[in-house]
């Protein structure tokens, strides 16, 4: 049981100083990979430039309509808030001031149809703007 223990963190402490690459690489790995007498310095490309760069651009353009469209909504939710903080504003000022059962009937019905008002124009700035921008695919 000593002995089984005593190999196994051999084998451990072996595996952890072994080199990198050099000791563990496999025969295909070292026949494909560069030779140490390859004196080139140019990375050789894998893929398209050219077609990287036109992803780059569709992206960045992505990355302004996504920011723009961002932007647009925000302004409709923050507008729609605010219009609908004034009407409860103007409906508290109105139920505090209102003596008859008729005044605050009134004013409910008031606020009521400016909060509509205010969800029909969220709705509708919403429905303008249209969908999120899709993500450019490679």
């Known amino acids: 049981m000593k002995i089984k223990k005593v190999l196994t963190s051999t084998a451990i ?11 563990l690489a496999s025969t295909e790995e ?13 990375v050789p490309t894998t893929k398209s430039t050219a077609r990287n760069g036109e992803f780059r651009a569709r992206l960045q353009e992505w990355h302004e309509a996504t920011r723009t469209w961002i932007a647009a909504r925000a ?4 507008s729609h808030r605010e219009a609908v ?35 029909t124009a969220l709705k509708a700035a919403l429905q303008a703007l249209g969908n999120r921008p899709m993500r450019p695919t490679k």
Do not use: H, Q, V, Y
């Open 85 to 119: 903080a004034t009407a409860s504003a103007t409906l508290k000022d109105a139920l505090e001031s209102s003596t008859t059962k008729e005044g605050r009937k009134a004013a409910m019905t008031s606020f009521k149809s400016a909060r509509e008002a205010a969800n």
């Open 13 to 23: 402490a072996l595996a952890l100083l072994a080199p990198a690459g050099g000791a």
């Open 75 to 78: 302004t409709a939710i923050r």
């Open 30 to 42: 070292a026949a494909s990979g560069s030779s140490a007498t390859d004196t080139s310095t140019t």
